[in-house]
T-cell receptor
């Protein structure tokens, strides 16, 4: 099976702009999680979607949002970009089976630079 | 709250030496623990999870609930083991809904 793909791989934006990142999960996976990775804070959970519903959310401001489509592809959006939003954004997919935590499979990430 | 601590940011060993990467966690419920690895220019990938009790690439990890630890061990390190290693935690039973809490990571370097 093809792995998790993320587009674009690199983005440069300026403060105040908004950005949309895309994630295509492994075929058959229904759960998509998003993480922000920075040198200072490490890997931090943003949110998780399953069957087009957000089931869990991390401690990030409302400028960070996401959605999931019926084919399980997911997008995340960051509005009013700040310099501190510069990071590697990772998405991970898993089957989303009931009864236990699944193994998450990670994409290569989107490197966002805010100038 | 969930917290994972990896006390060593950097760890260097020589080829053939034993290696232990430390991971301590804090969680009031029943945890599920993972080790993820990121080799140079590759994506983050699962190394092992405690529930499967498998040995992957010679690595093992035992969950010690009394000491709240999940240290990763390998008896004889190889140069290809050089990578960034992350310990991660989630709630057992799937109630964390996709949330993994990661430690800060340990960069392992194996010298020839």
């Amino acid at each position: 099976k093809a792995g998790v793909t993320q587009t674009p791989r690199y983005l440069i934006k300026t403060r105040g702009q908004q950005v949309t990142l895309s994630c295509s999960p492994i075929s058959g996976h229904r759960s998509v999680s998003w993480y922000q990775q920075t040198p200072g804070q490490g890997l931090q959970f943003l949110f998780e979607y399953f069957s087009e519903t957000q089931r869990n959310k991390g401690n990030f401001p409302g400028r960070f949002s996401g959605r999931q489509f019926s084919n399980s592809r997911s997008e995340m959006n960051v509005s009013t970009l700040e310099l501190g939003d510069s990071a590697l954004y990772l998405c991970a997919s898993s089957p989303g089976l009931a009864g236990g935590p699944d193994t998450q499979y990670f994409g290569p990430g989107t490197r966002l630079t805010v100038l | 709250a969930q917290r994972v601590t990896q006390p060593e940011k950097l760890l260097s060993v020589f080829k053939g030496a034993p290696v232990e990467l430390k991971c301590n966690y804090s969680y009031s419920g029943s945890p599920e623990l993972f080790w993820y690895v990121q080799y140079s220019r590759q994506r983050l990938q699962l190394l092992l999870r405690h529930i499967s009790r498998e040995s992957i690439k010679g690595f093992t990890a035992d969950l010690n609930k009394g000491e709240t630890s999940f240290h990763l061990k390998k008896p004889f390190a190889q140069e290809e083991d050089s990578a960034m290693y992350y310990c991660a935690l989630t709630a057992a039973g799937g109630t964390s809904y996709g949330k993994l809490t990661f430690g800060q990571g340990t960069i392992l370097t194996v010298h020839p």
